[in-house]
């Protein structure tokens, strides 16, 4: 899987005081083109727990057929955030995470990758920004 052009690299939670950590990354047409692909934002180093996902849109995204847009991770590429129209994915749009979420939130396993997941078609243009509130499982 390739890594987005500002990849945060093999990412922990910090361990101290037993507070959540709030993870972003972003996808940025301009630099990571719009192939589709699942483009990984981090590698996890150790398991974690996502509690909480939103996907922020910077610049309107298009696509020249149906592409859909999704946070993912390795195994299940809508793990966080449902599939998305690029019709939906307009300037100062937030796409909350899916249900599966719930009280429980869903786990990140050791050298998973996550990141967006660009489906169906490619983009021609937009920028996301990622954000995932995670803990130490």
Known sequence: MPNLSK??????????????????FEYNFANDGGAVSLLAGFKAKQKMLVKKAVMKVKTTCTSVGSATVSIGKTGSVAAFT???????????????????????GVIIAVDDEVGFDI?????????LEAELTVSKF
């Open 7 to 24: 990849f945060l690299g093999n990412m922990y939670v910090w361990t101290g005081g037993g507070t959540d950590e709030v993870l972003r």
């Open 119 to 127: 489906a169906v078609a490619a983009l021609t243009a937009g920028k």
């Open 82 to 104: 449902g599939a998305t129209a690029v019709a939906s994915l307009v300037a100062d749009a937030i796409i909350t995470g899916v249900a599966g979420l719930g009280a429980g």
